[in-house]
């Protein structure tokens, strides 16, 4: 069993859809031709799941499950001039990814709305690396 598949095995307690959420979120990353989805657990902290290109900066996306007052959330992270926030949901981090000003997003639930919004940001973000889906039924448009 990989790290990452112990890792979803444990996460056993899910009354707010977090690990939904996650799951979807790591289907997205996994849809992505031309990257790499990795796993680094940095226990207790957080544990990342992070789309690398095969060429350019580091990562396209990094999904990180942290945990705050026992419950736990998502922070998924991009660089800031590879999306659009058009409903300004996430936070402007200046260095906050990798030493480079990202966009970061908070999920305490699986609300699919929310999750869907993610969804879309990580699909920019493989389109700013110029990589392509695998062709899932994920809605990329949006209105502004």
């Given at each position: ?14 009354q707010n859809g977090v690990k939904k959420a996650f799951l979807r979120l790591k289907t997205v990353l996994e849809g992505l031709q031309g ?65 480079q000003d990202g966009y970061c997003f908070d999920l305490d639930s699986g609300d699919d709305e929310a999750v869907d919004y993610l969804e ?25």
């Open positions: 069993m990989t790290e990452l598949a112990a890792f979803i095995e444990s996460w056993t307690d899910d990257a790499t989805v990795n796993f680094i657990p940095r226990p207790p902290a957080s544990y990342s799941l992070r789309a690398e290109p095969h060429r350019g900066r580091p990562v396209i996306a990094m999904v990180d499950v942290a945990t705050l007052d026992g419950e736990r959330f998502l922070s998924v992270c991009f660089y800031a001039d590879t999306i659009t926030d058009p409903e300004e949901r996430g936070d402007l981090i200046p260095g906050g990814l990798l030493s879309t940001r990580i699909l920019e973000a493989a389109n700013a690396f110029s990589l392509p889906d695998d062709g899932q039924d994920t809605e990329v448009d949006e209105e502004d």
